[in-house]
């Protein structure tokens, strides 16, 4: 790290103490943690604070990459070279069946594909690391229910969320006491909001894929969303018309179900003043928010991050 | 290496100057408060107004809502506040909240937590699981009916959780045609609600939420005559709790041992500072260190301070295990086996004293005996014999361990005088807990020979002085007999 680097402000400071706090308590506290790593933004944050909590040490854990098949090139390219540039022990998994069937969010729409391909997957991913506690990225700020979870979010064995019957969270004093196959999940990002997030990854000089930044690239207007249109994979529709517009994305996932919006925005200091003057909230480029009201509720229920 | 690195070098001048500007101004932590209310007082309006004005929703936000068949618009054309904010299906459906959630809002000065608690349902365990950790507690109260019995309850438990800055709401007071003097009256009665139970920072805002003046928004057309600060001013300034002033306090979380060479002590300051050089106490073992180095990712540090997350290497071997606690040598805290605490009943079964639980405070877990002394009556704010808590009780009980236990009171450090209480059959949180002192030991050659008052007093007083707080704590060590005038006279004539 430079000598240079200007010290962070009060109020990222108090949130980037408060994760390091979360990282080593369930490291300390659970037999078999885990680290959910999505490439995205919030992950590449996730990861920073892994690596300043446990410093000089190594990350004590894996970190585990639910890979649907359908990611953006870009991410696959810039989780292999984060993994070897830092050394890190990362679990890639895929749903076979899935796999096998062929399930994509073209055959199958977005809500059948995402509860194989994402939330199965990831429930068999945690149940053959036998992980008894696995970090996430989420934020409370980023949508409705996502604001009644608890930093440390206890699971059954069959990994489902009963909102209505959480453990009561009070101070910073966290129960990580759990039976045998039960688990929790643990949010060390869950004070923070979006532009704490650019804020941070600008003063700390972290990776993030460039995917975030404008730049022109080909892209197809389908449900109202701008879809990048460079995988092979992605079929035209009638009427639809490649064009190549200058586009960045707020959120990652899985390219098909993800919006690109119209940016010119190709520093952080540029995309940390469009957020802030930004009407739309970031997750209005992601597709499976949209199918029904209170569906991330019910994805989480299933056992979806 | 970087990619962001590139990009840093195109960053134009101005752009720096302007981004400089801005971080100057979030010079500050967040600042974390609690709402309390019910839903009649226009609870939810209240943080969806501040979240409205503040532009923490976006348009899609809004637009989700507009879709939700349950959903009208209110008569100014903005969003149903209360769908916006009540997040699950089941809450939706019911129109009720049922849990604590977390909102964030931030203005150019200072960014925000807001814990919303319901105002109904269990309120006791939500309120007492938001204030845990709020910095100032905003009543809110209807201008029309003004200081109910739940604005007791609300500020007694706020209080208790150990928040000193109140804001008092006086919301919808455009029904009431902007009447001052109803509002000074509301005003003048929640100071002495505030005072009587010791909280002096106090501010009193006439707002009407739904209208939005006074929230964000001045409202001085409305209402010329109040020319004091809107709810947002008052939260920009508000002062935080800061545990930086007391004695050094630093519960190891973990030990790292990447190589032979290093071993380092992981935590996060939790009271005063520390840096190389200190001497400082291992408890509860004794054992007597310097701090060698403060270690963290970015640099070695010269000093480290409350709230801040660092690796401390110490200057000799010695024995040190997570749940310990390294502190201050001049101003550790309190060793013993036996502690005062009052605690928050958060679970179905309640406390009961035949019970072992288990006590996690800090990083800290050991089991624990709990003998419930006395209950707080909500409703008039006094004290009475209980050896039980149910659910959503408040009381105040004897601490008992097997093992050494470290702790401040509550009122000096929140960070090492807090705990919780976890079940061991269900594992679940039980009970939050605050630490008032060390039990005074009562046995031997102490107990007998500690010197005992007879006071002989009228009903009235007798039962006035047993139902408060600092009578409750020690009620164990009382003797109590109800006589006429008569007999006590006789019985002290006799001791004469």
Not at chain 1, 206 to 232: C, N, Q, S, T, W
Not at chain 2, 59 to 77: F, K, M, T, V
Not at chain 2, 338 to 362: C, H, M, P, Q, T
């Amino acid at each position: 790290m430079s000598e240079t680097k200007p010290p962070l402000d009060p109020n990222l400071k108090a949130l980037e103490s408060e994760a390091i706090h979360i990282f080593r308590e369930v490291a300390a506290e659970f037999e078999r943690p885990v680290m959910l790593y999505s490439v995205g933004k919030d992950s590449s944050v996730l990861l920073h604070l892994a690596r300043k909590a446990f410093y000089p040490g190594k990350i004590p854990f894996p970190l585990l990459h639910v890979d649907t098949g359908w990611k953006f090139k870009e991410m696959i390219a810039f989780r292999d070279r984060v993994v070897s540039d830092y050394d890190l022990d990362l679990v890639s998994h895929t749903n076979p069946r899935g796999k096998l069937e062929g399930v994509s969010p073209f055959s199958h729409g977005s809500s059948v594909y995402t509860n194989i391909m994402k939330t199965e997957a990831l429930r068999q991913a945690l149940d053959a690391g036998q992980y008894d506690a696995a970090f996430g990225g989420a934020r409370r700020d980023e949508e409705a229910s996502r604001a009644k979870e608890r930093i440390y979010s206890f699971r059954t064995p069959d990994h489902g969320w009963d909102p209505r019957n959480q453990r009561p969270e009070l101070w910073s004093i966290y129960n990580g006491m759990i039976r045998k196959g039960e688990s929790v999940r643990a949010f060390p990002l869950s004070n923070w909001t979006e532009v704490d997030i650019w804020r941070y990854i600008q003063v700390e000089d972290i990776p993030i894929v460039p995917l975030y930044f404008a730049a022109p690239r080909p892209v197809v207007e389908r449900d109202g969303m701008l879809i990048l249109a460079e995988d092979k994979r992605l079929e035209l529709q009638p009427g639809e018309v490649k064009r190549v517009e200058t586009i960045r994305f707020r959120t990652l996932g899985c390219f098909p179900l993800t919006g690109a919006i119209h940016s010119t925005a190709t520093t952080l200091d540029a995309i940390i003043s469009e957020l802030e003057t930004a009407t739309v909230s970031e997750r209005q480029g992601r597709a499976i928010d949209r199918d029904e009201a209170g569906s991330m509720e019910k994805k989480k229920r299933e056992g979806y991050f | 290496m970087s990619v962001n690195s590139a990009i840093a070098e195109r960053i134009s001048t101005d752009v720096e100057t302007e981004a400089a500007v801005r971080t100057a101004d979030r010079n500050a932590r967040p600042l974390r408060l609690i709402t309390c209310g019910s839903v009649d007082d226009g609870k939810s309006t209240l943080i969806g107004r501040l979240l409205w004005d503040t532009k923490a929703v976006k348009d899609d936000q809004a637009d989700a809502l507009a879709r939700d068949d349950r959903h009208s618009q209110n008569e100014l054309g903005l969003p149903d506040f209360a769908l916006l904010l009540d997040g699950l299906q089941a809450e939706r459906e019911q129109g009720i909240t049922i849990d604590v959630a977390y909102r964030y809002f931030a203005t150019d000065r200072r960014s925000f937590i807001v814990a919303d608690t319901p105002g109904h349902e269990q309120y006791t365990r939500n309120m007492a699981t938001g204030a845990s950790t709020a910095d100032l507690a905003v009543l809110l109260v209807d201008a029309r009916t003004g200081i109910l019995e739940q604005t007791r309850r609300h500020a007694t438990i706020a209080t208790l959780m150990g928040i000193r800055q109140f804001v008092l709401a006086v919301n919808k007071i455009d029904l009431i045609d902007y009447d001052q003097q109803r509002f000074d009256h509301i005003a003048a009665e929640f100071r002495q609600l505030a005072l009587s139970l010791g909280v002096t920072d106090i501010k009193a805002i006439p707002m009407s939420a739904l209208l939005g003046e006074n929230v964000v928004v001045s409202g001085r057309s409305a209402m010329p005559w109040y020319d004091g600060p809107t709810l947002v001013n008052v939260l920009e300034l508000a002062t935080q709790r800061t545990a930086q002033a007391v004695g050094f306090r630093f519960p190891v979380q973990r030990v790292s041992r990447p190589n032979e060479g290093f071993r380092g002590y992981q935590g996060t300051v939790a009271g005063g500072s520390v840096k190389p050089g200190d001497s400082v106490v291992v408890l509860p073992s004794g054992t007597v260190a310097n701090v060698k180095q403060i270690v963290t990712y970015d640099l070695v540090r010269n000093a480290a301070v409350a709230g801040d997350a660092i690796t401390l290497v110490l200057d000799r071997p010695v024995d040190v295990a997570r749940g310990d606690m390294i502190a201050s040598i001049d101003a550790a805290p309190a060793l013993g086996l036996a502690f005062e605490a009052k605690l928050v009943a958060l679970n179905g079964e309640g406390i009961r004293a035949d019970k072992r639980y288990w006590l996690k405070s800090s990083s800290r877990r050991q089991r624990v005996r709990v003998e419930p002394r006395s209950m707080l009556d909500l409703k008039t704010g006094q004290w009475k014999s209980s050896d039980n808590l149910p659910l959503n009780a408040i009381g105040t009980v004897h601490l008992s361990f097997d093992e050494l236990a470290m702790f401040d009171p509550y009122e000096t450090n929140r960070n090492t005088g807090a705990f919780i209480l976890i079940d061991p059959d269900t594992n679940n949180t039980v009970a939050g807990g605050m630490i008032q002192t060390r039990a005074k030991s009562v046995d031997g050659i102490d107990g007998a020979e500690r010197n005992q008052v007879l006071l002989s007093l009228p009903q009235d007083l007798a039962n006035q002085l047993m139902a408060s707080e600092a009578f409750a704590a020690i009620r164990d060590h009382v003797e109590i007999r109800r006589l006429n005038s008569a007999r006590a006279s006789a019985i002290l004539e006799e001791l004469d």
